[in-house]
């Protein structure tokens, strides 16, 4: 396999690449995770999404054409009055590296010229499921099951 090239090459920083090798998780790391709002001018979003990549970061998912109102003064409604719009990213970060992954973002809007809108929400997951098909801590409706196989075997 080969070795990606990141950012943080040397240091215990070079944590998003270490998330993605952590194979020995527990139930209980599936816990105290933060989602990531991301919202971003939709001109920089392959600029945001190289940084990603240059951080070792793939948890993530984005949606773009966002019409968004930053302020009285500041829309991006996709108009010939306010033009331009936004992409909003959605990050999953484990708990214990909220903190760092701010760092990283807000480091990030610094490289930016200062009148790039961007701003981050955190909220807090009450638990992530990777896999919906294999977690047996959720139960099936046996019946729906049923109902929904024969709806769409036909």
Same mark, same amino acid.
């Given at each position: +396999? !080969?070795?990606?090239?990141?950012?943080?090459?040397? *240091?215990?920083?070079?944590?998003?690449?270490?998330?993605? &090798? =952590?194979?020995?998780? /527990?139930?209980?790391d599936l816990f105290d995770f933060r989602m990531l709002i991301v919202y971003i001018?939709?001109?920089?979003? /392959?600029?945001? =999404?190289?940084?990603?990549?240059?951080?070792?970061?793939?948890?993530y998912a984005c949606t773009t054409k966002a019409e968004t109102v930053w302020s =009285?003064?500041?829309?991006?409604?996709? /108009?010939?009055?306010?033009? #331009?719009?936004?992409?909003?990213? +959605?990050? /999953?970060?484990?708990?214990?590296?909220?903190?760092?992954?701010?760092?990283? !973002?807000?480091?990030?809007?610094?490289?930016?010229?200062?009148?790039?809108? +961007? #701003?981050?929400?955190?909220?807090? +997951?009450?638990?992530?499921?990777?896999?919906?098909?294999?977690?047996?801590?959720?139960?099936?409706? =046996?019946? &729906?099951?049923?109902? !929904? *196989?024969?709806?769409?075997?036909?």
């Amino acid at each position: +396999m !080969l070795k990606k090239k990141v950012l943080f090459e040397d *240091k215990k920083e070079k944590i998003f690449c270490k998330m993605q &090798l =952590e194979e020995n998780n /527990t139930y209980a790391d599936l816990f105290d995770f933060r989602m990531l709002i991301v919202y971003i001018n939709g001109a920089q979003k /392959t600029r945001l =999404e190289d940084f990603f990549e240059q951080i070792g970061f793939y948890y993530y998912a984005c949606t773009t054409k966002a019409e968004t109102v930053w302020s =009285e003064r500041l829309k991006h409604k996709n /108009t010939n009055v306010w033009p #331009g719009s936004d992409c909003i990213f +959605m990050l /999953t970060v484990p708990g214990k590296y909220l903190d760092f992954m701010l760092k990283m !973002l807000k480091t990030f809007r610094m490289s930016l010229p200062e009148g790039i809108a +961007m #701003g981050i929400g955190v909220v807090p +997951m009450d638990r992530v499921i990777p896999r919906v098909y294999d977690d047996e801590s959720i139960p099936v409706d =046996e019946e &729906l099951l049923k109902q !929904l *196989k024969e709806k769409h075997s036909k």
